[in-house]
Structure formats: C-alpha cells, structure tokens
C-alpha cells in the first residue's frame, strides 16, 4: 500500500486491525451503522429540507431499512448492550420512511416491518 495524504487511512502510522482480530459484535454493529447512516442518507435526513435533498430516494431506502432489520433481528442475541440502540436507530428510519412515503404502506408493510413486526 503506498502513501497518500488525500486518503485517510493510508499513512504507515495508522493502526491496521486484522479482520480476523476484530470481535463479531464489532463487525456487527459497524455494519448496522453503515446501513443506517446510508439510509438515512437516502431519506434525505442530512439536509435541512429532506423532501429537497438531492440524495432521497425511498426505493433506495426502503431497501437499506430492510436489510438493517433483517441483520438486527438475527444478530440481536450477540449484541449485548448495543442491541437497544441500533433497534432504535432502525425504529427511526422506518418511521421516518412512513413519514416521506406520499402513500405510506399499511402497519406491518414497511420496509423491514416483516422481520420487526409494525412500527407505529
């Protein structure tokens, strides 16, 4: 690997951590924030006016929360005191979904909803 200042994570000084080294919770919870920051992202959360943030795409989204939901309901056994926060985090997105669909889905039709059951 060679240097790049534009880069983060390329300098020699940084601590590279072996996959194998990393604890299963860690991967986990790393995943479920990258879909979470990536859905909100397509519900357009990161701008001031989400109904005008170039970035919303619900299709996208509705796609993210339901893979979110499906790794949270089959990892929540193993992830100790994360567990609450990110079934919070995913509670969020998928209301926040309800709220930006022009026809929301019915309870229990959402994105997700078949593995976390309905979100009111």
Do not use: N
């Amino acid at each position: 690997m060679t240097d790049s200042p534009d880069i983060p994570g390329t300098d020699d000084s940084a601590p590279v951590r072996e996959l194998a080294e990393i604890p299963a919770v860690e991967v986990i919870t790393r995943a479920a924030v990258m879909l979470m920051s990536a859905a909100a992202e397509k519900l357009g959360l990161s701008d001031t006016d989400p109904d005008e943030s170039p970035y919303r795409d619900l299709d996208e989204a509705r796609r993210l929360i339901t893979a979110l939901a499906g790794l949270v309901t089959a990892s929540a056994e193993y992830l100790g005191l994360h567990a609450g926060p990110v079934r919070d985090g995913l509670k969020s997105l998928q209301l926040a979904f309800r709220e930006a669909s022009a026809a929301p889905d019915e309870p229990g039709h959402g994105p997700g909803e078949k593995y976390t059951g309905p979100v009111w």
